[in-house]
């Protein structure tokens, strides 16, 4: 194999591997700040702006695998 075909593995590895992680803990956060609404309805506020700060969070990890898979592909 050459270096080309190996940094296309290993772009596509880092890019499906990082993009699912976020994606199933964007799914738990949702599920489990909804439950905690659904027991605790008086706490709402409080539960939803921890809810959208950790999805963030999570999205932010999707966004530095993008850049690291980027880099990877572009930069000699």
């Known amino acids: 194999m ?9 772009a ?3 890019i499906s591997i990082g993009t699912i992680a976020p994606a199933i803990s964007i799914g738990l956060i949702g599920s489990k700040g909804i439950e905690s609404i659904g027991r605790n309805p008086e706490a ?18 999707a966004i530095y695998v993008l850049v690291v898979t980027l880099i990877i592909l572009f930069v000699a």
Do not use: H, N, P, W
């Open 12 to 14: 596509a590895l880092a």
């Open 2 to 10: 050459d270096i080309e075909t190996i940094r296309l593995i290993v």
């Open 44 to 61: 709402a506020s409080k539960i939803q702006t921890g809810m959208i700060l950790s999805i963030a969070f999570a999205e932010a990890i």
